[in-house]
């Protein structure tokens, strides 16, 4: 009540003023008690009484059809105050819900945490960054007890949160692989039947699964209707499309995969990639393929997590730094 | 940020043209209009996206989902009017082999 008593005192003072002189220094005022009150949560109408009443203080000989106006304008002004506290309370269920949205952003975090692996043969560079909060996109590594590297990339169609916990689903799906079934091709299999069962049926998965063994150096691999990569083959310094046939996960039920193989040789490069960084728009239209076959070979020299930054620092560039879609890139490098 | 569906729905023979974006923010205004068209039994829907701008993986989700609500009902879901680069994105997610779908040149409806 202190700051209603002290309110009152103050309003007095100005309107006072105003009515004496006209000054701007007393409309300042005004400015600055109308900040007060929304901050103190004073209705409008309860403003327009205090008006009245002071009104009727200072000027008491006023005629009294102005005062009576005053009863009408409160009455007006009752709606605005409840639109007032309904915003005022909307707002403070909007932060709660944002933060926990954040809440389950981290928790999101942790559990699709993965480790590059750490091995003489390659240097691995990854980096994932999501439109909003939670992202759809997924990168996840394994190594088995051959030293083999597996290494997974997928994106769930759609976007948010939805997305978001589907990933974590397959995330689950792919720990519980038996140990001996890291073959491309069974590994997709096997997820196909999870995402079938479990998914809203107009959710699907894009997934492009490899396998690489560090003594043969060839790697084996099968996607479900991902984005192709690149292969970068040094002796000959050319790109070209890694491509790989096969359904979105979550369709049929039945469908298999074919497992394609490629023999890596020192310098050669793969490149995974998740539909993000070719849908990039810009002002210009999409960014194609070509011109992330550009950037990639502008990077050739440098080490793959050098690569996969600097490419996300150009296409961010490219798209006034406001990501679309998740983004998701990956380089696995054989070392000379 | 802009879509404008038509619908003529003839005796469960429906022809659905698609005009502008279908991206996150379009595509659940496609599928609460279309969703409930395709579980007429024995229904024959066809949509023309001759005149869609850009399209991404949602609305790829749409369309597979329109599908497999289609084909359960004993019926036929085609899409024409794809330019090449929807095109691209049928065949990379290997919906092509699956859903029946035509290019632009391949004619729209009439």
Known sequence: MEFKDNLEGKYREALSSFLKDQTEQALYQGQKISRKTMENRVSPEEIISMHKSILMEVCPGDPQKILDSFDFLMEVMMGYGIAYREHQSLRHQQQELKSEIELAANVQHTLLETKIPDVKVMDIGAISVPARQMSGDYYHFVQDENQNIGVAIADVIGKGIPAALCMSMIKYAMDSLPENRHAPSSVLESLNRVVEQNVDPSMFITMFYGLYNPDSHVFSYAAAGHEPGFYYEASTDTMSDLDAKGLLLGVEKKTRYRQYEKQVEPGDMIILLSDGVTECRTSEGFIERETLMQFIRNNLHLGAQEIVNNIFKQLEKMQHFELRDDFTLIILKRDV | ?110
């Open chain 2, 1 to 110: 940020m802009n879509i404008t569906i038509d619908v003529k729905d003839i005796n469960s023979t429906v022809e659905v043209q698609v005009k502008g974006e279908i991206d996150a923010y379009t595509a659940p205004k496609l599928r609460e209009s279309l969703f409930p068209l395709s579980e007429q039994a024995n229904v024959s829907m066809v949509v023309d996206l001759t005149e869609v701008s850009y399209m991404d993986s949602t609305g790829l989700g749409v369309f597979v989902g329109l599908f497999k609500s289609v084909r359960a009902h004993n019926g036929e879901f085609k899409l024409i009017g794809l330019s090449e680069r929807l095109r691209r994105l049928f065949d990379i997610t290997g919906l092509a082999d699956i859903i029946d779908i035509k290019s632009h040149a391949e004619g729209g409806l009439e």
